[in-house]
Every structure is written in C-alpha cells, then in structure tokens.
C-alpha cells in the first residue's frame, strides 16, 4: 500500500508559478513510476506529466511542453511538478498517481495508486 499526500496548490494569476509536492510513504517509493494528472470541472481527467522509478525517463502531454517539469527525490519519497508560465486553461484538480511499472505510461488505468489532489487556479 501506497499512501499519497499531495501539496502546493493554490491560486495565480496568468503567467505565474507553482510547484505541486506529492509526499509518498508506504512501500518502497523507487519501486514506482510517478505520474501527475489533472481534472477541470465538467472535463475528463488528463495525463499532465510521468517519470520514471530512476527519473530519467518524463513524458508530458503537448500542452505543457516547456512550461512544466516533473521531478523525483527518491531519498525523500517525493515527486515534484514545476509549473511556469501557467494559464487559465490549466485550472484544474490536480492528483498525483503512483505505478508499479517500468516505464511511464498515460493510462490513468494502469496507475495503482492517487493522491487527494490539490486545487490550482490560474486567474486571467
């Protein structure tokens, strides 16, 4: 069992930053791949950004391609998620996932574990 507690969510204005923490504790966290999805209001959950148990694999969905960086600091259970130059569009809840796999995958479904999310708003 994994437990994930996610922090660093908040309100900003357009073209502001955030950095998201996902503290992990429960079974060994380098066994798992780490994940950061996010959810609007009346909108489908999406995969923001993935890396891998080592962190030298990360994925990203286009929309934050340069704007976001994921993170890991095994020897902290914690994974990051850097978000700059953020818009309006990237409001949303977001969660963090862990996955008992190799690589990094997009597929919410294949993720075993999620956090509770944290709120990030982006005002105009």
């Known amino acids: 069992q994994v437990q994930l507690v996610e922090s660093g969510g908040g309100l900003v204005q357009a073209g502001g930053s955030l950095r998201l923490s996902c503290a992990a504790s429960?079974?060994?966290?380098?066994?798992?791949?780490m994940g950061w999805f996010r959810q609007a209001p009346g909108k489908e959950r999406e995969f923001v950004a993935g890396?891998?148990?080592?962190?030298?694999?990360?994925s990203y969905t286009d929309s934050v391609k340069g704007r976001f960086t994921i993170s890991r600091d095994n020897a902290k259970n914690t994974v990051y998620l850097q978000m700059n130059s953020l818009k309006p569009e990237d409001t949303a809840l977001y969660y963090c996932?862990?996955?008992?796999?190799?690589?990094?995958?997009?597929?919410?479904?294949?993720?075993?574990?999620w956090g509770q999310g944290t709120q990030v708003t982006v005002s105009s």
């Open positions: 890396i891998s148990r080592s962190g030298e694999i990360t």
């Open positions: 996932a862990a996955d008992l796999g190799r690589g990094v995958t997009r597929l919410g479904a294949t993720y075993d574990y």
């Open positions: 429960g079974r060994t966290f380098s066994l798992y791949a």
